[in-house]
T-cell receptor, first 115, second 112 residues
Framework: DTAVSQTPKYLVTQMGNDKSIKCEQNLGHDTMYWYKQDSKKFLKIMFSYNNKELIINETVPNRFSPKSPDKAHLNLHINSLELGDSAVYFC??????????????FGSGTQLSVL | SQQGEEDPQALSIQEGENATMNCSYKTSINNLQWYRQNSGRGLVHLILIRSNEREKHSGRLRVTLDTSKKSSSLLITASRAADTASYFCATDLIQGAQKLVFGQGTRLTINP
């Protein structure tokens, strides 16, 4: 039933480790996103894929690498984790429309804690 | 500073009262959207208002948009305890690749 699902919900790891977060949507949307929400609740876009093609790549360290095997999946791999990577990561999806008016559907988030 | 900024950052009212939250932005937009986030959950879309619209209603929600002042407000009437959440505005920018830029949110607490 879940429209946008991401796993794991919680991720606790040591500095320097490599970890992945997975996201899947069953809404038939063609665009998927990764957002990062910091401790002050500020939500910032990281990446966006449209039909498996990267269309938005904000100023994000290249330790972060998104991968979209198909348009229903967008995974996020993070290398050499740092303390500052601790945040909640949200996956979202939408259907691209010329001229806008897209609304986003969000997953429930992955709380990443780097120790 | 950010594209979208909500005001106030936190709001606490009694159940039954109306809650008003404001959002200001800096650059031209296609539309402005409001989202709600319950604690520990993802954001849920509430309402979208296009740049050529001035007011929109959905149930107990009323959104206004003033493009000359680059501001929007979200009014929740007859608040309920279940409305307790954080509310975010998001602007869909005209220039560049299509993406929503979120503010920092208003934390709304409804006291029973």
């Amino acid at each position: 039933d879940t429209a946008v699902s991401q796993t794991p919900k919680y991720l606790v790891t040591q500095m320097g480790n490599d970890k992945s977060i997975k996201c899947e949507q069953n809404l038939g949307h063609d665009t998927m996103y990764w957002y990062k929400q910091d401790s002050k609740k500020f939500l910032k876009i990281m990446f966006s894929y449209n039909n498996k093609e990267l269309i938005i790549n904000e100023t994000v360290p290249n330790r972060f690498s998104p991968k979209s095997p198909d348009k229903a999946h967008l995974n996020l791999h993070i290398n050499s984790l740092e303390l500052g990577d601790s945040a909640v990561y949200f996956c979202a999806s939408s259907n691209y429309r010329e001229g806008g008016d897209e609304k986003l559907f969000f997953g429930s988030g992955t709380q990443l804690s780097v120790l | 500073s950010q594209q979208g900024e909500e005001d106030p950052q936190a709001l606490s009212i009694q159940e039954g009262e109306n809650a008003t939250m404001n959002c200001s932005y800096k650059t031209s937009i296609n539309n402005l959207q409001w989202y709600r986030q319950n604690s520990g959950r993802g954001l849920v879309h509430l309402i979208l208002i296009r740049s050529n619209e001035r007011e929109k209603h959905s149930g107990r929600l009323r959104v206004t948009l003033d493009t000359s002042k680059k501001s929007s407000s979200l009014l929740i009437t007859a608040s309920r305890a279940a409305d307790t959440a954080s509310y975010f505005c998001a602007t869909d920018l005209i220039q560049g690749a299509q993406k929503l830029v979120f503010g920092q949110g208003t934390r709304l607490t409804i006291n029973p």
